[in-house]
């Protein structure tokens, strides 16, 4: 009789365990909240011309269940200027947020754009671009 309780009291740990366990991923993958997801966090210029378009676009979508709030944008430097949606962007819903670099900068350039917002998964998302901008073109003269 002991020995049948000792194995009830121990299923019955067990089964609460695994109960635990199960509730808490599901708590974490239906978080409530905005959610913000990323086509891709890294944009690569390539190699580019000096004074050469500068502007890219990351695209992502609100993937959570209430509204998105972008609430700051910051290059890691003067050269990188992000744009941000005006407004709150609705779940389901994707948006864009621009990157212009300076391209009169020669040189490979490794920069980040980091943006806070109301997202439950990323409050603060650092994303990235990256290239070279060849040296500008020297003029010849003819004699």
């Known amino acids: 009789?002991?020995?049948?309780?000792?194995?009830?009291?121990?299923?019955?740990?067990?089964v609460a365990q695994n109960t635990t366990e199960t509730s808490a991923t599901k708590a974490i993958a239906t978080q409530d909240g905005a959610k913000i997801e990323f086509e891709t966090?890294?944009?690569?210029?390539?190699t580019i011309e000096n004074n050469s378009d500068g502007n890219r676009e990351f695209h992502f979508?609100?993937?959570?269940?209430?509204?998105?709030?972008?609430?700051?944008?910051?290059?890691?430097?003067?050269?990188?200027?992000p744009t941000v949606p005006k407004g709150a962007i609705a779940p389901g819903e994707s948006a864009v947020i621009g990157v212009k670099y300076a391209t009169n900068r020669t040189g490979a350039f490794n920069k980040s754009i980091t943006i806070t917002s109301n997202a439950v998964n990323a409050p603060t998302k650092v994303i990235n671009i990256k290239g070279t901008v060849n040296p500008p073109a020297t003029a010849t003269v003819e004699k």
Do not use: H, Q, R
């Not at 966090?41 to 390539?46: A, L, R």
């Open 1 to 14: 009789m002991l020995l049948s309780f000792t194995m009830l009291a121990m299923v019955t740990v067990s």
């Open 61 to 81: 979508t609100n993937t959570g269940n209430t509204p998105l709030v972008i609430t700051n944008a910051k290059g890691s430097c003067g050269c990188t200027v």
């Open 41 to 46: 966090e890294t944009i690569d210029y390539g």
